[in-house]
């Protein structure tokens, strides 16, 4: 049973939320949100909020998606409304990074500088080795810093490399003189 999806999840003022042949859209002041849902679980939209049921009470499948789904649901109308933001932190010595037009530059150690193009419907900016990725899907924000982090993950010594903002990193004694 799901504990999460049991209560009603309110709609703020300024959005509106639609299910139309199991595309559920989400629009608010930030933009718009559309994501597939199966059958196996009940939408019912009221004016001022979404409940959801699973179509069959007996089924594993729709009780699992029950939950999920009022995640989503969430998750959506959040980022409609305030968006979504992560930070990442770039230490060390001549480790840079910089937004030129649709692509973001890093300079990671390596021979070669490192290019990764920024999805639509994501705002990249990089000031000082803190690139802060926004957008208004929770997924997108979280799976392009983690795409980013994982060129580069803080090693356990020095500390170089990406860190999420408030992320601590344990850090090892390394060798010791005679």
């Known amino acids: 049973?799901?504990?999460?999806?049991?209560?009603?999840?309110?709609?703020?003022?300024?959005?509106?939320?639609?299910?139309t042949d199991g595309i559920f859209t989400v629009k608010g002041p930030k933009g718009t949100i559309a994501r597939p849902f199966k059958q196996d679980?009940?939408?019912?939209?009221?004016?001022?909020?979404v409940t959801l049921m699973p179509k069959n009470d007996k089924d594993i499948f729709s009780r699992a998606l029950w939950g999920t789904y009022a995640s989503h649901v969430k998750n959506m109308i959040a980022g409609v409304n305030t968006g979504y933001a992560k930070k990442l932190i770039l230490e060390g010595v001549g480790f840079k990074s910089e937004v030129k037009g649709k692509d973001l530059h890093l300079?990671?150690?390596?021979?070669?500088?490192?290019?990764?193009?920024?999805?639509?419907?994501?705002t990249v900016t990089a000031e000082k080795n803190v690139i802060t990725t926004t957008g208004i899907d929770k997924e997108e924000v979280g799976q392009f810093a983690a795409k980013?982090?994982?060129?580069?993950?803080?090693?356990?010594?020095?500390?170089?490399?990406?860190?999420?903002?408030?992320?601590?990193?344990?850090?090892?004694?390394?060798?010791?003189?005679?």
């Open 148 to 178: 980013i982090r994982a060129m580069k993950k803080p090693e356990p010594y020095k500390g170089k490399g990406f860190r999420y903002e408030g992320e601590v990193i344990r850090r090892k004694q390394g060798k010791k003189a005679a």
């Open 1 to 19: 049973m799901s504990r999460i999806a049991k209560l009603p999840i309110p709609i703020p003022a300024g959005t509106t939320v639609t299910l």
């Open 107 to 122: 300079a990671l150690g390596f021979s070669h500088g490192v290019v990764v193009p920024i999805p639509e419907g994501l």
């Open 41 to 49: 679980v009940v939408v019912v939209l009221d004016d001022a909020s």
